[in-house]
């Protein structure tokens, strides 16, 4: 198997092999006419942040202290590094720390002409692999620690990183000589088998070669497992086609004398009749919303309403070309024919005589083309994603001219827009109703970091919700004809305000953030507390919002599980956190009542990729924390899980000593020193494979929200371990 990304192959002769033939032809490429790379190419392939580590290791390779490093050098630390003892990685490590050990004789010569080595180039080259005979003082320790946390993007006060550096020093000195050698070092990494078992030459990431094709397995889909777990959407999606099969083979039959063409356009019509009225019917979004309440929702695939709303949007833009050229053909056909006609006049002009409302089919079928073409454009994910949400917003409001065009084009449509219809009038009416009864007001607002505004909002007594619901947001301040969702981060149980975390990725979230940036009034702050409407006098003061829900997801299904898997990646966690507060207060009432007693377990894995994202959600997190001390004493009902991706992993060797005082300190004064949690924050990205694999503390559900890339993975983990997987969709 090929080197994952940062790590150099191990146990696999072969794979060594290949991958130092490949580590050469690389070498060259890089090197210059010297046939060596000196430092500063050496820190540019290594991607460091921390010159530190790029010296330290540079230093050690340059086993001569020319100021270069040769093939030759370079082969025979790597394989030292793969084939090596786990001494001899232990001595490397160990001669990385030691910044001012001493210099074998052998190991410093003047550097290549042109080329000028650096003070701590001298100072540190020395052979690899030699028996080292310094030792790491605490000043050096804490050089190490600093430049680590510099690498994975972690900033901690002057305090902490002395703390660091002390309950590091202090365990591994066992002789309080004021100084660590080899062999404390190696028998303190000893308390850390997971560390030592990842012990690495990740330092050369930029060496690892491309991902080799593996082992050909059966695609996801034609396993078992997937099958298991998609027969709701799979069965949908069958019904679906065959539907429409039976839909264009029977309009196809009715018309099989009239030539070539007309069989096909009236059979792709027909099916366009269904699509075009049916597609609404998946965005019946309050429908959809009761019917989670009842038995349907075990058959029908209600979470993945979104994906098949945009699969029945594709499906009906080639109909409708597939329509719209079969009727060109055939108009093709018919002016050939001598009938006084040109191709023009058919296409452009009501002189035809073709269609149910003055021959109009023609003029109606051109602009639903543009319509339709012009909607899936808009919808694509480059437009959504782009930060122009907007674009997407208002050109799918162009529902209403392609209705009322194909109610114009067709004498059939307006049959099979009755019913999907009417649900639709009554959905937007209701809506416009509760959402503009007495407009609310946002008594609230906190800038979080990266641009996250945190808004609380007054609740009136009549709005009910669940945990994990989402509503349409207008504030007229910042767009006044704009909705757009977002889900609850408040549990139900809290009374007076619910709460909404924004983070600025489009133009308007971009512009929400601004305004309260710039428009904030802290008199009016102490109505939060209060949980009511402000009176009529202080409207200037609080900027008023409407609300269209709210609206339930996948996740009204966490307490019919047994055992939770909450997965939130970024802003990812806002579902959650109304999930999480409502969990609690649910666990606390069953302890006394036994009344929930389904939902016994509950993970919750938050994935990040720097420090100040923790800070969203870090009050909430504290809070769970301490109702969790004072819960059931038999087990932990919640537990939870933080990594953060942008520092190095336990698999990366510059990260040996962060991740062991980390791990000291965190046990000494019971707390993280990342986020100042109880609950460790885990450096790196999870382990799937493993993580998944541990949960087996009943019947799994993994309830995801994040980014589309990472629930494709954890989809793929789940249907291989036969967990239940549900992706918040909206």
């Not at 365990?171 to 990494?189: N, Q, V």
């Not at 008594?443 to 669940?466: A, D, M, Q, W």
Request: charged share 20%.
């Amino acid at each position: 198997m090929a080197a994952s990304a940062g790590t150099a192959p191990e146990n696999n002769p072969a794979d060594n092999a290949e991958w130092l033939r490949w580590v050469s032809k690389q070498f060259e490429s890089i090197a210059g006419d010297d046939k060596g790379i000196d430092l500063e190419e050496f820190k540019v392939a290594l991607k460091v942040k921390e010159s530190f580590f790029a010296e330290r290791f540079f230093a050690l390779f340059d086993s001569d202290g020319s100021g270069t490093i040769s093939l030759g050098e370079l082969l025979k630390a790597l394989k030292l590094l793969i084939y090596g003892s786990e001494t001899e990685k232990l001595q490397f490590l160990f001669q990385v720390y030691d910044v001012d050990g001493k210099i074998p004789k052998r190991a410093v010569v003047s550097p290549s002409p042109g080329k000028q080595a650096s003070a701590s180039q001298l100072l540190c080259c020395r052979a690899l692999g030699d028996d080292s005979s310094g030792s790491i003082e605490k000043g050096e320790l804490r050089t190490v620690l600093k430049s680590c946390l510099t690498e994975s993007s972690i900033s901690l006060p002057e305090q902490t990183l002395d703390d660091l550096t002390l309950a590091l020093f202090e365990s591994a000195d066992a002789d309080k000589s004021g100084s660590i050698t080899f062999e404390e070092l190696r028998d303190e990494l000893e308390h850390f088998p997971e560390i030592l078992e990842n012990l690495t030459i990740s330092a050369a990431s930029w060496l690892s070669p491309p991902a080799a094709p593996g082992p050909r397995r059966v695609p996801r889909r034609l396993s078992p497992a997937y099958w298991h777990n998609h027969r709701s959407e799979l069965l949908f999606l069958a019904g679906y086609a065959c539907l429409n099969v039976a839909l264009f083979a029977s309009a196809a039959l009715r018309h099989a004398r009239s030539g070539p063409w007309v069989p096909l356009a009236r059979a792709c019509g027909q099916c366009l009749n269904f699509n075009c009225a049916f597609i609404v019917v998946l965005m019946l979004r309050r429908c959809l919303t009761w019917l989670r309440a009842t038995w349907v929702a075990r058959i029908l695939p209600l979470d993945q309403h979104v994906a098949l709303h945009q699969l029945m949007g594709y499906a009906m833009a080639v109909l409708a070309v597939a329509h719209s050229g079969a009727h060109v053909a055939n108009f093709v056909r018919s002016s050939r024919a001598e009938d006084g006609r040109s191709l023009w006049e058919y296409l452009l002009t009501t002189r035809p005589g073709i269609g149910w409302v003055h021959g109009t089919a023609s003029l109606t079928g051109l602009a639903l083309q543009l319509l339709v073409g012009l909607v899936l454009l808009c919808s694509s994910t480059f437009v959504r994603r782009s930060g122009h949400f907007e674009v997407f917003y208002w050109t799918h409001l162009s529902y209403i001219l392609i209705w009322a065009l194909l109610i114009v084009h067709g004498p059939n449509f307006w049959k099979w827009l009755v019913a999907p219809g009417c649900l639709f009038l009554l959905e937007k009416i209701v809506g416009v109703l509760l959402s503009h009864v007495g407009g609310l007001y946002i008594v609230e607002t906190n800038l979080l970091p990266s641009k996250v505004t945190h808004l609380v909002i007054g609740r009136p007594p009549s709005f009910h919700y669940r945990p994990g619901d989402y509503v349409y947001l207008n504030i007229p301040a910042i767009a006044k004809y704009e909705w757009h969702p977002f889900t609850i981060s408040s549990a139900p149980e809290q009374s007076g305000t619910i709460w909404l975390h924004i983070r600025s990725l489009g133009q308007w979230t971009s512009r929400l953030y601004e305004y309260f940036r710039l428009h904030r009034e802290p008199t009016c702050f102490h109505l939060q507390r209060a949980g009511s409407c402000p009176p009529r006098a202080l409207p200037c003061c609080l900027p008023q919002c409407y609300i269209d829900g709210p609206y339930g997801t996948c996740t009204r299904g966490i307490f019919t599980s047994e055992h939770a898997v909450l997965i939130g990646a970024g802003i990812g966690i806002t579902p959650f956190a109304s999930i999480l507060q409502s969990v609690m207060c649910r666990f606390k009432a069953a302890f006394s009542s036994l009344s929930c007693k389904k939902l016994w377990k509950v993970d919750f894995i938050w994935i990040n990729r720097d420090q100040k994202s923790f800070e969203w959600f870090i009050s909430l997190l504290t809070q769970l924390e301490i109702g969790q001390a004072t819960g059931d004493p038999a087990g932990r009902f919640l537990e939870m899980h933080l990594f953060m991706t942008a520092a190095l992993g336990k698999n990366d060797m510059k990260a040996t000593g962060l991740q062991m005082a980390l791990d000291l300190l965190a046990e000494r004064e019971q707390k993280d020193s990342i986020t100042g949690l109880r609950t460790r924050t885990q450096l790196g990205r999870p382990d799937w494979d493993k993580k998944l694999a541990e949960e087996k503390k009943g019947k799994v559900h993994v309830f995801f929200c994040g980014s589309p890339a990472l629930a494709k993975v954890i989809k793929a983990h789940c249907e291989r371990f036969s967990f239940r997987f549900f992706r918040e969709h909206f």
